[in-house]
């Protein structure tokens, strides 16, 4: 039974909970990115560099022979991946930076205000010491 307790101890904490909530919606999240990337962004690029598929790209190390397929290194998926990640950390930079800019500035904590120069110091020292001599 304690294995089973601890288990359960576990699981409902606020913190796993939070990191669950967090993972499904990050991967539906992905979807969107994913979508986006593919279907808007992919495109233009495909036409900007003359309708060319990245994922298509491949050296042939070996050709068919037979039932035997081709031996490929397929670079291309590789370049496409390196795309979609560098528009996809775009999309995340964007978006986490538009929530950030929607957080009011009540709930940012305030800034402490800056400390007196050494000169302040000396000039409030001698000051109160002018009163107590009165």
Known sequence: MGMMKEFK???????????AVGIIIGVAFGKIVSSFVGDVI???????VGGMDFSDLAITVKE??????AVEIGY??????????IIIALAVF??????NSLKSKEEQ???APPEPSAQEVLLT??????????
Do not use: H, S, Y
Request: hydrophobic fraction near 50%.
């Open 42 to 48: 992919m495109p233009p690029i495909g036409v900007i």
């Open 9 to 19: 101890e576990f699981a409902v904490r606020g913190n796993v909970i939070d990191m």
């Open 64 to 69: 068919a022979a037979g039932e035997m397929p």
């Open 94 to 99: 964007a978006a986490v930076k538009g929530i």
């Open 125 to 134: 020292e001698i000051r109160d010491l002018l009163k107590d001599r009165r």
């Open 76 to 85: 291309g998926k590789l370049i496409q991946t390196i795309v979609d990640f």
């Open 109 to 111: 904590a305030p800034e």
